[in-house]
Protein backbone atom coordinates (compact mmCIF):
# COMPACT_ATOMS: atom_id res chain seq x y z
CA UNK A 1 0.00 0.00 0.00
CA UNK A 2 1.64 3.52 -1.06
CA UNK A 3 1.31 6.12 1.66
CA UNK A 4 3.32 9.47 1.93
CA UNK A 5 6.60 9.79 4.03
CA UNK A 6 5.80 11.46 7.03
CA UNK A 7 9.03 13.41 8.33
CA UNK A 8 8.26 14.53 12.11
CA UNK A 9 10.86 17.29 13.55
CA UNK A 10 11.17 16.05 17.03
CA UNK A 11 13.50 19.75 18.75
CA UNK A 12 13.56 18.48 22.36
CA UNK A 13 13.97 21.29 25.06
CA UNK A 14 15.18 23.47 22.09
CA UNK A 15 13.38 26.85 21.06
CA UNK A 16 12.28 30.16 22.21
CA UNK A 17 9.80 32.24 20.75
CA UNK A 18 12.24 34.47 18.50
CA UNK A 19 13.89 31.21 17.17
CA UNK A 20 11.21 29.25 16.53
CA UNK A 21 9.30 32.05 14.86
CA UNK A 22 12.71 32.60 12.48
CA UNK A 23 12.67 28.45 11.73
CA UNK A 24 9.08 28.20 11.14
CA UNK A 25 9.29 31.26 8.63
CA UNK A 26 12.34 29.88 7.15
CA UNK A 27 10.74 26.69 6.70
CA UNK A 28 7.44 27.91 5.07
CA UNK A 29 9.43 29.77 2.35
CA UNK A 30 11.81 26.66 1.66
CA UNK A 31 9.05 23.69 1.20
CA UNK A 32 8.99 21.97 -1.99
CA UNK A 33 5.45 22.97 -3.97
CA UNK A 34 3.63 20.54 -3.90
CA UNK A 35 4.73 19.17 -0.71
CA UNK A 36 5.08 15.66 -1.40
CA UNK A 37 5.72 14.61 2.08
CA UNK A 38 3.92 14.39 5.50
CA UNK A 39 5.64 16.66 7.74
CA UNK A 40 4.89 17.57 11.11
CA UNK A 41 6.73 19.70 14.23
CA UNK A 42 6.72 18.53 17.72
CA UNK A 43 7.67 21.18 20.17
CA UNK A 44 7.60 21.85 23.95
CA UNK A 45 4.21 22.72 25.57
CA UNK A 46 4.64 26.05 25.99
CA UNK A 47 5.22 26.42 22.21
CA UNK A 48 2.16 24.64 21.08
CA UNK A 49 0.17 28.25 20.58
CA UNK A 50 3.01 29.43 18.43
CA UNK A 51 3.05 26.71 16.35
CA UNK A 52 -0.55 26.96 16.05
CA UNK A 53 -0.43 30.48 15.54
CA UNK A 54 2.13 30.18 12.77
CA UNK A 55 1.67 27.07 11.13
CA UNK A 56 -2.78 27.02 10.73
CA UNK A 57 -3.35 26.47 7.08
CA UNK A 58 0.19 25.47 6.06
CA UNK A 59 1.03 21.96 4.98
CA UNK A 60 2.66 21.56 8.42
CA UNK A 61 0.77 19.86 11.21
CA UNK A 62 2.16 20.27 14.58
CA UNK A 63 2.10 17.92 18.45
CA UNK A 64 3.79 17.69 21.73
CA UNK A 65 6.73 15.70 22.63
CA UNK A 66 4.34 14.27 25.30
CA UNK A 67 0.88 13.39 26.89
CA UNK A 68 -0.02 12.70 30.32
CA UNK A 69 -1.48 8.77 31.26
CA UNK A 70 -4.49 10.50 33.16
CA UNK A 71 -7.66 12.70 31.31
CA UNK A 72 -7.39 15.68 34.40
CA UNK A 73 -6.80 16.30 37.85
CA UNK A 74 -4.31 16.91 40.35
CA UNK A 75 -1.38 16.17 38.88
CA UNK A 76 0.96 18.90 38.65
CA UNK A 77 2.69 19.87 35.59
CA UNK A 78 0.94 17.27 33.38
CA UNK A 79 -0.49 18.04 30.15
CA UNK A 80 -3.55 16.27 29.20
CA UNK A 81 -4.53 15.24 25.44
CA UNK A 82 -7.28 17.33 25.69
CA UNK A 83 -5.52 20.26 26.34
CA UNK A 84 -3.28 19.62 23.61
CA UNK A 85 -6.69 19.28 21.26
CA UNK A 86 -7.10 22.88 22.44
CA UNK A 87 -4.35 23.66 20.50
CA UNK A 88 -4.61 21.55 17.45
CA UNK A 89 -2.32 19.08 18.08
CA UNK A 90 -1.87 16.53 14.95
CA UNK A 91 0.45 14.37 16.77
CA UNK A 92 1.99 13.26 20.41
CA UNK A 93 5.33 11.64 20.82
CA UNK A 94 4.96 9.03 23.74
CA UNK A 95 7.81 6.12 24.91
CA UNK A 96 10.44 8.65 23.69
CA UNK A 97 13.41 7.19 24.69
CA UNK A 98 15.08 10.10 27.08
CA UNK A 99 11.48 9.96 28.90
CA UNK A 100 11.68 6.00 29.04
CA UNK A 101 15.40 6.40 30.43
CA UNK A 102 15.10 10.02 32.65
CA UNK A 103 11.78 9.29 33.39
CA UNK A 104 11.66 5.38 34.13
CA UNK A 105 8.84 5.14 31.68
CA UNK A 106 7.73 1.89 31.39
CA UNK A 107 5.54 0.04 28.60
CA UNK A 108 2.59 -0.16 30.26
CA UNK A 109 2.46 3.97 30.85
CA UNK A 110 3.26 4.40 26.92
CA UNK A 111 0.54 2.61 26.18
CA UNK A 112 -2.00 4.01 28.67
CA UNK A 113 -0.72 7.62 27.22
CA UNK A 114 -1.25 6.70 23.75
CA UNK A 115 -4.34 5.56 24.65
CA UNK A 116 -5.22 8.93 26.00
CA UNK A 117 -3.83 10.54 22.85
CA UNK A 118 -5.89 8.48 20.34
CA UNK A 119 -9.08 8.94 22.81
CA UNK A 120 -8.78 12.58 22.20
CA UNK A 121 -8.21 12.03 18.44
CA UNK A 122 -4.14 12.66 18.47
CA UNK A 123 -2.36 10.28 16.70
CA UNK A 124 0.50 8.71 19.03
CA UNK A 125 4.10 8.36 17.84
CA UNK A 126 4.83 5.24 19.71
CA UNK A 127 8.61 5.38 20.26
CA UNK A 128 10.55 2.07 20.94
CA UNK A 129 14.34 0.99 20.28
CA UNK A 130 16.92 -0.82 21.96
CA UNK A 131 20.04 0.05 23.98
CA UNK A 132 23.44 -0.66 22.50
CA UNK A 133 23.80 -3.47 25.11
CA UNK A 134 20.72 -4.55 24.46
CA UNK A 135 21.60 -5.17 20.69
CA UNK A 136 25.17 -6.25 21.48
CA UNK A 137 23.65 -9.55 23.52
CA UNK A 138 21.19 -9.94 20.56
CA UNK A 139 17.98 -8.57 21.77
CA UNK A 140 16.90 -6.29 19.61
CA UNK A 141 13.67 -8.20 18.09
CA UNK A 142 12.69 -9.16 22.04
CA UNK A 143 13.13 -5.51 23.09
CA UNK A 144 11.27 -3.98 20.35
CA UNK A 145 8.25 -6.68 20.38
CA UNK A 146 7.78 -6.00 23.88
CA UNK A 147 7.18 -2.23 24.11
CA UNK A 148 4.91 -2.46 21.06
CA UNK A 149 3.30 -5.56 22.36
CA UNK A 150 2.45 -3.23 25.51
CA UNK A 151 0.88 -0.62 23.14
CA UNK A 152 -0.99 -3.34 21.15
CA UNK A 153 -2.25 -5.48 24.13
CA UNK A 154 -3.99 -1.52 25.22
CA UNK A 155 -5.24 -0.57 22.41
CA UNK A 156 -6.56 -3.70 20.45
CA UNK A 157 -7.89 -3.29 16.70
CA UNK A 158 -7.10 0.47 17.79
CA UNK A 159 -3.21 -0.11 17.11
CA UNK A 160 -3.55 -0.09 13.56
CA UNK A 161 -3.91 3.98 14.16
CA UNK A 162 -1.35 4.97 15.54
CA UNK A 163 2.49 5.90 14.40
CA UNK A 164 5.44 4.08 15.34
CA UNK A 165 8.60 5.04 15.19
CA UNK A 166 11.81 2.77 15.20
CA UNK A 167 14.63 4.61 17.58
CA UNK A 168 17.87 2.43 18.32
CA UNK A 169 18.94 4.28 21.56
CA UNK A 170 22.71 3.59 20.71
CA UNK A 171 22.10 5.46 17.39
CA UNK A 172 20.01 9.30 19.64
CA UNK A 173 22.14 12.08 19.37
CA UNK A 174 25.48 10.11 18.97
CA UNK A 175 25.78 10.73 15.41
CA UNK A 176 25.72 7.05 14.61
CA UNK A 177 23.05 5.77 12.73
CA UNK A 178 21.74 2.38 11.91
CA UNK A 179 22.11 1.06 8.16
CA UNK A 180 19.36 0.93 5.93
CA UNK A 181 19.63 -2.89 6.21
CA UNK A 182 19.60 -2.40 10.01
CA UNK A 183 16.80 -0.36 10.05
CA UNK A 184 14.82 -2.52 7.82
CA UNK A 185 15.16 -5.53 9.68
CA UNK A 186 13.95 -3.73 12.39
CA UNK A 187 10.80 -2.55 10.85
CA UNK A 188 10.11 -5.56 8.57
CA UNK A 189 9.52 -7.16 12.67
CA UNK A 190 7.25 -4.07 13.66
CA UNK A 191 5.48 -4.39 11.08
CA UNK A 192 4.67 -7.90 11.13
CA UNK A 193 3.91 -7.34 14.65
CA UNK A 194 1.45 -4.79 13.46
CA UNK A 195 -0.35 -7.21 10.64
CA UNK A 196 -0.65 -9.89 13.49
CA UNK A 197 -2.38 -7.73 16.13
CA UNK A 198 -4.70 -5.91 13.31
CA UNK A 199 -4.73 -7.32 9.92
CA UNK A 200 -3.87 -4.02 8.31
CA UNK A 201 0.12 -3.33 9.40
CA UNK A 202 0.57 -1.98 6.28
CA UNK A 203 -1.23 0.79 7.29
CA UNK A 204 0.70 2.26 9.86
CA UNK A 205 4.03 4.27 9.27
CA UNK A 206 6.69 3.18 10.81
CA UNK A 207 9.37 6.02 10.95
CA UNK A 208 12.92 5.50 11.41
CA UNK A 209 14.42 7.78 14.22
CA UNK A 210 18.35 7.59 14.71
CA UNK A 211 20.45 10.99 13.67
CA UNK A 212 18.40 10.69 10.52
CA UNK A 213 19.86 13.83 8.55
CA UNK A 214 19.93 14.68 5.19
CA UNK A 215 23.02 12.58 4.36
CA UNK A 216 21.39 9.81 5.46
CA UNK A 217 17.83 10.18 4.59
CA UNK A 218 17.43 9.04 1.55
CA UNK A 219 18.70 5.57 2.00
CA UNK A 220 16.92 4.85 4.73
CA UNK A 221 13.93 6.24 3.10
CA UNK A 222 14.30 3.83 0.16
CA UNK A 223 13.69 0.55 2.38
CA UNK A 224 10.44 -1.12 2.16
CA UNK A 225 9.54 -0.71 5.50
CA UNK A 226 11.04 2.71 6.62
CA UNK A 227 7.87 4.97 6.13
CA UNK A 228 9.42 8.14 7.46
CA UNK A 229 11.72 9.34 9.79
CA UNK A 230 11.43 10.81 13.62
CA UNK A 231 14.42 13.80 12.95
CA UNK A 232 16.12 15.41 16.31
CA UNK A 233 18.80 17.87 15.72
CA UNK A 234 18.41 18.11 12.08
CA UNK A 235 15.35 19.29 12.35
CA UNK A 236 16.50 22.56 14.05
CA UNK A 237 18.56 23.84 11.42
CA UNK A 238 16.17 24.96 8.29
CA UNK A 239 18.30 24.15 5.99
CA UNK A 240 19.14 20.89 6.78
CA UNK A 241 15.41 19.86 7.19
CA UNK A 242 14.41 21.31 3.85
CA UNK A 243 17.06 19.14 2.38
CA UNK A 244 16.00 16.11 4.02
CA UNK A 245 12.23 16.58 3.26
CA UNK A 246 13.67 17.35 -0.76
CA UNK A 247 15.15 13.70 0.06
CA UNK A 248 11.80 11.52 0.54
CA UNK A 249 11.25 9.52 -2.43
CA UNK A 250 7.78 10.43 -3.54
CA UNK A 251 4.76 8.28 -3.99
CA UNK A 252 4.62 6.04 -6.97
Known sequence: MDMKKLIVGNWK?????ASNQALLTELLVGLPQPLSTDVALCAS?????????????????????????HGQGAY????????????????????????????AET?????????????????????VGETLAQREAGQTEAVVKRQLAAVIHTLGHCSGEIVVA??????????RTATPEQA??????????LHAATAHGERNRILYGGSMNAANAADLLAQPDVDGGLVGSASLQAAEFLKLIASCPAVA
Open 166 to 175: YEPVWAIGTG
Open 76 to 103: TGETSAAMLRDFACRYAIVGHSERRQYH
Open 107 to 127: DELVAAKAQRALGAGITPIVC
Open 184 to 193: QAVHAVLRAQ
Open 45 to 69: APYLAQLQTLLQGSPLAWGAQDVSA
Open 13 to 17: MHGSL
